[in-house]
């Protein structure tokens, strides 16, 4: 399988008052989206160009990291996600 080189980045939006954590976007690799998938209730979205490949996730509230270990297949990716992921993003399974 012919894979893209990871190219992560995480972009985070806050509160403009309080810095409260409003969503994050963990971008895993480059590349153009053709899919986005729903997770945990519409609180977490991924994105996946033609081939398939995870080309990152937005987290728009809270959510188990078992979701993120969920969608995220590599343990290069999975160990980003785990790390990047801004405090109070993710909940106790």
């Known amino acids: 399988m012919n894979t ?5 980045r995480v972009n985070v939006e806050t509160h403009f008052e309080t810095g409260e954590v409003i ?3 963990l971008q895993v690799r480059k590349g153009k989206i053709k899919v986005t998938k ?3 209730d519409g ?5 996946y160009d033609g081939r398939g490949q995870l080309l990152g996730i937005e987290l728009l509230a809270p959510c188990p990291a078992s979701v993120l270990d969920t969608i995220a297949k590599q343990a290069p990716t999975r160990r980003f996600l785990r790390e990047a992921v801004p405090q109070g993003m993710l909940v106790p399974a």
């Open 23 to 25: 969503a994050a976007y």
């Open 43 to 47: 609180d977490v979205f991924a994105d």
């Open 38 to 40: 729903e997770y945990s």
């Open 4 to 8: 893209k080189k990871f190219s992560f």
